[in-house]
Nanobody, 126 residues
């Protein structure tokens, strides 16, 4: 199982920026893919997820600004970000969860994930 993020870098405030997550070793029908971010000295924060059946959930601070999608044929996940703020400067991770929850919000907890990418840095300049 492998997840590899890409697309990070420096971007001016206002965005946009699209991150990608290349996956292999599993099927999207079996795994939920979440996006997390982490600042130095802070806990990792779940910001969005797309479940194995395609349901999505977003953390409040990114709703209406971040959109996640997946290309099942290419085994790729994407997160498009607009309206970027300096507070969005973080290392962003994609992760895979084998859990099956009826409540999608449960997937925003990092302890529920089994596989992690290496992360990609996003820096938003004001």
């Amino acid at each position: 199982v492998q997840l590899v993020e890409s697309g990070g870098g420096s971007v001016p405030a206002g965005g946009p920026l699209t991150l990608s997550c290349a996956t292999s070793g599993f099927s999207f029908s079996d795994v939920a893919i979440g996006w997390f971010r982490q600042s130095p000295g802070k806990e990792r924060e779940g910001i969005s997820v797309i479940t194995s059946d395609g349901a999505t959930e977003y953390e409040d601070s990114v709703k209406c600004r971040f959109t996640i999608s997946r290309d099942i044929a290419k085994m790729m996940m994407y997160r498009k970000m607009i309206g970027l703020k300096s507070a969005d400067s973080d290392v962003y991770y994609c992760a895979g969860s084998l859990n099956k929850f009826d409540t999608v919000q449960y997937y925003l907890a990092d302890c529920e994930y089994d596989y992690w990418g290496q992360g990609t840095q996003v820096t938003v300049s004001s």
